[in-house]
């Protein structure tokens, strides 16, 4: 059901104002992968929502946070040696993660409560946005949980992939989300379309969102860093380690010839189905969304070639990453269109 605001000016504010959520969770969403891909995340060891908000504002302070620092298995057999301007490089790229995270829940905190205040919102629209707002609450425990991975008592140098791409996700999700509500409170008239419509772009939607988990397990073990011919994997289709030795199914989740492979396999797929949809629907209402999406598709395939072929750098990795949500965000759209109004 489409809820919309109790005014024309109501709802052209509350859209501006996913607009900003959107684009701030966008933002979000590249500074995490930065501060994946400078090995930037375990630098803060603790989890603390309020006084975490100020940086290290003295000397006796960067040594100590150095000092806890010192303590993760990251530092003993990866970084050991470094220095705290070293440190303080990979410090910077975590706090401002997290300051930018406090300062989506602020700003929509703070719309959601201008809009109660003025009486713009119906009870389903509300509910709509507090959900939108708890899921950013659940994103902020989520990543001190993939943090934590990575401190204490454990030989890891990273975080855990699989948690890492939980919050991954989390991240897609809630952007997408922002995307659905802006465009129900659009109230563009949607297309009567078939069934096999709806059901190809929800497929579309759900193997992206497969894709998008599958290359956070890849950037999660530096897997695109390895395995950089193509369309080859070290000369061969199917790679000998496929399936890690002693991980056995693990290998799906930690194993980097695993997830490099099926990363490929899948972005095959998805190009495969996009290209067909643009053929099947050429005659349809939504042949503008569908070749829309394939031609999305299409760049984020031959970039993430681009991207695998130079041992994924960062600013090619980074791109990749931004085209990819993209790519989810015009797979929502479709789905949307393809949804009767009710």
Same mark, same amino acid.
């Given at each position: 059901?489409?809820?919309?605001g109790?005014s024309?000016?109501?709802?052209?504010?509350?859209?501006?104002?996913?607009?900003?959520?959107?684009?701030?969770?966008?933002?979000?969403?590249?500074?995490?992968?930065?501060?994946?891909?400078?090995?930037?995340g375990?630098?803060?060891?603790?989890?603390d929502?309020?006084?975490?908000?100020?940086?290290?504002?003295?000397?006796?302070?960067?040594a100590?946070?150095?000092?806890?620092?010192?303590?993760?298995?990251?530092?003993k057999?990866?970084?050991?040696?470094?220095?705290?301007?070293?440190?303080?490089?990979?410090?910077?790229?975590?706090?401002?993660?997290?300051?930018?995270?406090?300062?989506i829940?602020?700003?929509? &905190?703070?719309? /959601?409560? %201008?809009? +109660?205040?003025? @009486? $713009? #919102?119906?009870?389903g =629209?509300?509910? *709509?946005?507090?959900?939108?707002?708890?899921?950013?609450?659940?994103?902020?425990?989520i990543?001190?949980?993939?943090?934590?991975?990575?401190?204490?008592?454990?030989?890891?140098?990273?975080?855990a992939?699989?948690?890492?791409?939980?919050?991954? &996700?989390?991240? /897609?999700? %809630?952007? +997408?989300?922002? @995307? $659905? #509500?802006?465009?129900? =409170?659009?109230? *563009?008239?949607?297309?009567q379309?078939?069934?096999?419509i709806?059901?190809?772009?929800?497929?579309?939607?759900?193997?992206?969102?497969?894709?998008?988990?599958?290359?956070?397990?890849?950037?999660?073990l530096?897997?695109?860093?390895?395995?950089?011919?193509?369309? /080859?994997?070290?000369g061969?289709f199917?790679?000998?380690?496929?399936?890690?030795?002693?991980?056995?199914?693990?290998?799906?989740?930690?194993?980097?010839?695993?997830?490099?492979?099926?990363?490929?396999?899948?972005?095959?797929?998805?190009?495969?189905?996009?290209?067909?949809?643009?053929?099947?629907?050429?005659?349809?209402?939504?042949?503008?969304?569908?070749?829309?999406?394939?031609?999305?598709?299409?760049?984020?395939?031959?970039?993430?070639i681009?991207?695998?072929?130079?041992?994924?750098?960062?600013?090619?990795?980074?791109?990749?990453?931004?085209?990819?949500v993209?790519?989810?965000?015009?797979?929502?759209?479709?789905?949307?269109?393809t949804r009767?109004?009710?």
């Amino acid at each position: 059901m489409s809820h919309t605001g109790k005014s024309p000016q109501a709802t052209r504010w509350m859209r501006n104002w996913l607009v900003l959520v959107g684009l701030l969770v966008y933002a979000m969403i590249l500074i995490g992968g930065a501060t994946r891909l400078t090995d930037s995340g375990l630098s803060i060891t603790e989890w603390d929502p309020i006084k975490g908000t100020l940086p290290p504002l003295s000397d006796a302070s960067w040594a100590s946070l150095f000092a806890k620092y010192q303590q993760t298995a990251e530092y003993k057999l990866q970084n050991s040696g470094m220095t705290l301007a070293d440190f303080q490089q990979i410090f910077w790229w975590e706090w401002g993660h997290r300051l930018f995270g406090r300062m989506i829940g602020l700003v929509a &905190m703070g719309g /959601l409560a %201008i809009f +109660a205040i003025r @009486g $713009w #919102l119906s009870r389903g =629209l509300a509910m *709509k946005f507090v959900i939108l707002i708890l899921l950013g609450g659940l994103q902020g425990a989520i990543g001190w949980w993939m943090v934590s991975s990575g401190i204490g008592e454990t030989t890891r140098v990273d975080v855990a992939p699989y948690r890492l791409a939980t919050h991954f &996700m989390l991240a /897609l999700l %809630i952007i +997408a989300y922002t @995307g $659905w #509500l802006w465009l129900d =409170l659009g109230g *563009k008239t949607r297309p009567q379309v078939s069934r096999m419509i709806r059901t190809v772009a929800v497929a579309l939607l759900g193997l992206i969102f497969l894709q998008m988990a599958a290359g956070a397990l890849v950037a999660g073990l530096d897997a695109g860093r390895t395995y950089n011919d193509w369309p /080859l994997m070290a000369g061969e289709f199917v790679p000998q380690g496929y399936l890690g030795e002693g991980l056995g199914l693990r290998s799906l989740f930690e194993g980097r010839a695993t997830t490099q492979f099926n990363h490929r396999m899948l972005a095959y797929g998805i190009w495969i189905l996009s290209l067909w949809a643009v053929l099947a629907f050429r005659s349809t209402p939504l042949k503008g969304a569908f070749a829309g999406l394939a031609a999305l598709v299409s760049l984020q395939a031959c970039w993430g070639i681009l991207t695998l072929m130079n041992a994924a750098p960062m600013n090619l990795a980074l791109l990749h990453q931004a085209i990819g949500v993209i790519v989810t965000l015009a797979a929502v759209r479709l789905v949307w269109l393809t949804r009767s109004a009710t």
